[in-house]
């Protein structure tokens, strides 16, 4: 049985735009996802011609990766359309290729370095949104930087931390899943006895230094999103070049 | 010249081209993606009513830049951002050559920068001294990810941009503007960026490094190596933009950039004919920043502060006399329009 075209969204949903964070179909960067047999065809637009070759690459590969994955599929081909690379990237991805052999003598193989970077911001981004939340659930600095792991309590979609007894709700549910979910990535550590508020290199954060720490953090948040928002104005921008042309991935 | 709580402002606007993008002047594909790359960001970031059509904004007569600058847009003085791209543009995009055209008709309105490429090598140590000898340089504009004969950037700590840093000194030429922003083509982690600045500006701390769009996507890189470094500055274009269509971002990194830079190093800069300052400028004398932004990082974007960004800032590193240049600007063909108009 052929996956759903609605499988292949949801597949499509888990794979991110690593500079930025954000999942490559909410960024509308995703124009069409279909199913012919056991084939899965995907094509993909970014805000501009001249988008880094490296994350055009990423996103695309993760995308084959995943979908590859899925039962009933043979055949995964990735297109990238309307880039000053997409006829190579687009070869390169479904043909399975490195990066560094795609571009021979001028890109090195460090997709991975460039991946880890981009994690670890994402990583203090996410951990912003997650003392927000937990400051809105009523915890002091002291409080939540107290906070192992274990005190992170979770039953049927939702998160709290017990306070004598009273659940302080830690909401929306996703912001939480999200940060435990790149914490796991980039620090590793998430014993039970862990704390759940680590800087970059694993040390728990203390209240005296928070203010500071998060100052710095802000810096990396508010660069992700005005990025995020002028990839999303440029990318209705090209829309005013109507309809392109492009040569379909090697069938 | 605008006035900001009663008070005139001295306006230079410090990253203008007066490029040819026209079809004629593309030399491959690559030039026609970089001016409809660059109309992309023009019509992203433009309120309805002053956008251009993509003829217009392929290739503009002079006059109507020294429109859009100085008769309608409040700019007082402008900085020419030289831009090569001869591997796209037959001609190059706008080299110091095709803008000095302008400089050369309204000298005292314009700051001409030139540059350098270490990839020449020491055979371009002559070509270098010619151009500072032939035309009238004052700073220099990098573009560290430009491509040329096979390679795709280069670094500013490179041994041989140190040598060319170095022939700055000699020549006289202290205000280096980086483009530290979106990027072509970049294929390595290197390419996002801008510590190379924080070791050259440490190492020539005589001049100063101007960084073009605040670094962005690389905001946060950005402010860590300008609060180190003294002699490194924050250059506004593309990030001004955002004030119309993007406010609450505009504000957000401005709080950022007054937090750790300080109102003392930003620079105004349209990044004309991406936009034009007239809007800008206009929005940016009412701008302020919403309260929750103010008490979050204890800055405010006070009109003190704001005609140190618009101008004075700038004047400053160029050795510009505010009241003397005002005095001479009166008199020249467009001071003199001006007055007529008024």
């Known amino acids: ?251 | 010249m605008i006035r900001v709580d009663g008070h005139e402002a001295f306006v230079i606007d410090g990253h203008v081209h007066f490029w040819d993008g026209s079809p004629e002047n593309w030399r491959n594909q690559w030039g026609e993606g970089w001016i409809k790359c660059f109309y992309d960001y023009h019509t992203a970031l433009t309120p309805k009513e002053w956008q251009w059509s993509f003829d217009e904004f392929c290739r503009y007569p002079a006059e109507k830049m020294v429109r859009d600058l100085f008769l309608e847009g409040h700019v007082d003085m402008a900085i020419f951002n030289s831009t090569y791209l001869k591997e796209f543009f037959t001609n190059g995009f706008n080299t110091h050559e095709q803008n000095y055209v302008l400089k050369d008709r309204y000298p005292d309105r314009f700051i001409l920068c030139g540059s350098f490429d270490p990839r020449w090598g020491e055979a371009g140590f002559e070509t270098f001294r010619r151009m500072v000898a032939e035309y009238p340089i004052q700073g220099l504009k990098l573009y560290t990810a430009e491509w040329y004969n096979g390679s795709r950037g280069w670094k500013l700590t490179d041994p041989m941009a140190y040598r060319y840093l170095e022939l700055c000194r000699e020549l006289g030429i202290k205000n280096i503007h980086v483009h530290k922003g979106p990027t072509v083509y970049p294929l390595s982690k290197d390419a996002f960026d801008v510590h190379d600045v924080d070791t050259a500006a440490t190492d020539f701390p005589d001049l100063n490094f101007i960084v073009e769009h605040i670094g962005l996507p690389r905001l946060d890189d950005f402010c860590w190596i300008a609060k180190q470094d003294r002699n490194i500055y924050a250059g506004l274009a593309v990030a001004s933009a955002f004030i119309a269509l993007r406010p609450r971002y505009f504000a957000e990194i401005m709080a950022n950039l007054l937090y750790w830079v300080g109102e003392d190093r930003i620079l105004f800069g349209s990044d004309y004919a991406i936009w034009t300052p007239k809007w800008i400028i206009e929005k940016f004398v009412n701008f302020e920043l919403p309260d929750d932004i103010k008490d979050e990082y204890g800055v405010d974007l006070t009109p003190e502060a704001k005609r140190k960004i618009l101008g004075e800032n700038a004047a400053r590193l160029y050795g510009i006399d505010i009241a003397a240049q005002k005095a001479k600007l009166a008199q020249d063909p467009i001071g003199q329009q001006l007055a007529t108009a008024a």
């Not at chain 1, 069409?32 to 988008?51: D, H, I, K």
Request: proline share 5%; aromatic share 8%; glycine share 6%.
């Open chain 1, 1 to 251: 049985m052929p996956p759903s075209v609605a499988q292949i969204w949801q597949e499509l949903d888990q794979v991110l735009d690593p500079e930025l964070d954000q999942s490559i179909t909410r960024l509308g960067f995703v124009t069409e996802a279909t199913v012919q047999g056991s084939t899965v065809l995907v094509r993909l637009r970014l805000p501009t011609y001249w988008c880094s070759p490296n994350f055009a690459y990423l996103m695309a590969d993760d995308a084959r990766r995943r979908l590859e994955r899925l039962p009933g599929v043979e055949q995964v081909l990735v297109t990238l359309e309307d880039h000053f690379a997409a006829e190579a990237i687009t070869h390169g991805v479904n043909a399975r290729c490195a990066f560094s052999t795609i571009f021979p003598g001028e890109a090195t193989d460090d997709l991975e370095d460039l991946r880890r970077f981009f994690l670890r911001k994402g990583f203090l981004s996410r951990q912003l949104v997650m003392v927000q939340a937990l400051r809105h659930a009523g915890l002091d600095d002291a409080a939540l930087c107290a906070l192992r792991l274990r005190d992170l309590r979770h039953a049927a979609g939702q998160y709290w931390v017990d306070d004598q007894g009273e659940p302080r709700w830690v909401r929306p549910a996703r912001a939480v899943e999200r940060y435990l979910t790149r914490r796991r990535e980039v620090i590793g550590d998430d014993g039970p006895e862990a704390w759940l508020l680590v800087d970059l290199d694993g040390r728990p954060l203390c209240p005296d230094r928070l203010p500071g720490y998060l100052r710095q953090i802000r810096a990396t948040v508010v660069n992700l999103r005005a990025s995020a928002a002028l990839c999303e104005a440029l990318l209705a921008s090209r829309q005013q070049w109507g309809a392109i042309t492009v040569k379909e991935a090697v069938q």
